[in-house]
T-cell receptor
Framework: AQKITQTQPGMFVQEKEAVTLDCTYD???????LFWYKQPSSGEMIFLIY??????QNATEGRYSLNFQKARKSANLVISASQLGDSAMYFC??????????????FGKGITLSVRP | NAGVMQNPRHLVRRRGQEARLRCSPV?????VYWYRQLPEEGLKFMVY????????ESGMPKERFSAEFPKEGPSILRIQQVVRGDSAAYFC???????????????FGPGTRLTVL
C-alpha cells in the first residue's frame, strides 16, 4: 500500500482564493510527522509546514494551514489567499517513528497547483 | 546563512562514465539524507548518513551506487557506470542534531540534475 497518497489531478485556483490540497497517509506507527514541501519550476524543495502525530492543534504557518484528521489519516494543506507565486508542485511527506536517529521521509507523487490571475 | 549546497547543479554524463554528486550540509548539521526524483515522481529516499557512518542505505540500488560523509568535507553520492535510467534529480537534505530541533526538519539543497546520454 502507498504510504503517502496524493491523487488530485492538476489543481487550479483563482488568485486570492483558498485552495485545499489533499494528502492521505498510511502507517502503523503511533508517532510520526507529516510535512508539506513546495517545489517551484526552478526545482528546489521548500519546507512549508509540519504536523506531529501528537500535536493537538492543526499547524499553521502564515497562509498555510494543515487540516489534520488523525482518524481518517489525512493531512490536507490549505493555502489561503492564493498568490501567483504559489503555482508549483506540492509534496506531502511522512516521517515514521519519533524524531531521532533516522528521520527519512516518504513522499507522495505530488500535486500541481496553478494560480490564475 | 548558507543553506545546503549541492554541486554541480547540472551534470551530463555518457553511459558508462562515473557521476560524483556533492553535498555540503547546513553548518552544524550532522545528518545527511540523499533522495532521488525521477521525472513526474516524488522524491524517493536513498541513503542516510552521519559523519563517517552510513546509517540506513535501504533505498540505494545494490550496485553502482555508493555514498559517504567523511569527517571533513562534503557528502558524496557516487554513481559508477551510469545508465540512462539514472537520469534524475538528486537531492541532498540535512537536519540538525535532535536537541536543536523538535521534529528534525530537513533542509533541502537545490538538487543536482543528472542527464545520462
Amino acid at each position: 500500500a502507498q504510504k503517502i497518497t496524493q491523487t488530485q489531478p492538476g489543481m487550479f485556483v483563482q488568485e486570492k482564493e483558498a485552495v485545499t490540497l489533499d494528502c492521505t497517509y498510511d502507517t502503523s506507527d503511533q508517532s510520526y510527522g507529516l510535512f508539506w514541501y513546495k517545489q517551484p519550476s526552478s526545482g528546489e524543495m521548500i519546507f512549508l509546514i509540519y504536523q506531529g502525530s501528537y500535536d493537538e492543534q492543526n499547524a499553521t504557518e502564515g497562509r498555510y494551514s494543515l487540516n489534520f484528521q488523525k482518524a481518517r489519516k489525512s493531512a490536507n494543506l490549505v493555502i489561503s489567499a492564493s498568490q501567483l507565486g504559489d503555482s508549483a508542485m506540492y509534496f506531502c511527506a511522512m516521517r515514521e517513528g519519533k524524531p531521532g536517529a533516522n528521520s527519512k521521509l516518504t513522499f507522495g507523487k505530488g500535486i500541481t497547483l496553478s494560480v490564475r490571475p | 546563512n548558507a543553506g545546503v549546497m549541492q554541486n554541480p547543479r547540472h551534470l551530463v554524463r555518457r553511459r558508462g562514465q562515473e557521476a560524483r554528486l556533492r553535498c555540503s550540509p547546513v553548518k552544524g548539521h550532522s545528518h545527511v539524507y540523499w533522495y532521488r526524483q525521477l521525472p513526474e515522481e516524488g522524491l524517493k529516499f536513498m541513503v542516510y548518513l552521519q559523519k563517517e557512518n552510513i546509517i540506513d542505505e535501504s533505498g540505494m540500488p545494490k550496485e553502482r551506487f555508493s555514498a559517504e560523509f567523511p569527517k571533513e568535507g562534503p557528502s558524496i553520492l557516487r554513481i559508477q557506470q551510469v545508465v540512462r535510467g539514472d537520469s534524475a534529480a538528486y537531492f541532498c537534505a540535512s537536519s540538525p542534531p535532535l536537541a536543536d530541533s523538535s521534529y528534525n526538519e530537513q533542509f533541502f539543497g537545490p538538487g543536482t540534475r543528472l542527464t545520462v546520454l
